[in-house]
């Protein structure tokens, strides 16, 4: 059973604003990547819908998931976000098998 603690967080742009929140996203992706307890962080864009963005992140632990969200690049992509989202949804996740 894998430890990694995996994250799927599903965000939605107003329309008219994707490529303005598409561009805070990627900013926050490298600073992510470098942080010590991330395993992987990737955005993805969804075919069907092209104001869904989703990322799938996997960290070594809540620690690291808590660290994470006090780093100037998170707190930056939330502000510039925060009122260019339709929905949010977070979904942290442990393996079963």
Known sequence: MSKTIKIVAILRAKAGHEN??????????????????????????????????VFIEGWKDMAAIDFHKTTPHYLAMGKAV????????????????
């Open 20 to 53: 303005t929140v598409k561009e805070a996203l990627l900013a926050c992706v490298t600073g992510s990547r470098a942080e010590a307890g991330c395993e992987f962080y990737d955005l993805h864009l969804d075919r069907a819908d092209p104001q869904r963005f």
């Open 82 to 97: 925060a009122d260019l989202l339709e929905h949010r949804e977070v979904l942290v996740l442990d393996a079963l098998q």
